[in-house]
């Protein structure tokens, strides 16, 4: 389930973010990373209210730094692109 629009969708479809062990949160690239997983799909608006509400933040009960943000929009925007 997408964590911003809240609609279930396949995972193969959607970006994966980690929070791990060590509290170190990242993009999960391969989907296997243990730990904390949040799913986004690449939607704009899912992308834009995901950065907007900082709705990783709540997700992961701790700060998530812009970086986090930008990342994921980069990869999901960069798609579109590519």
Sequence with gaps: MCVSCRE?????????????????IFVDFSSKASGRGAYVCDNYDCIKKLKKQRILNKVFSCA???????AVEEECFGKRQG
């Excluded at 279930?8 to 170190?24: F, I, T, Y």
């Design 8 to 24: 279930l969708k396949e995972k193969r479809d959607m970006l994966r973010v980690v929070k791990n062990a060590d509290g170190k």
């Design 64 to 70: 998530v730094d812009d970086e986090i943000y930008s």
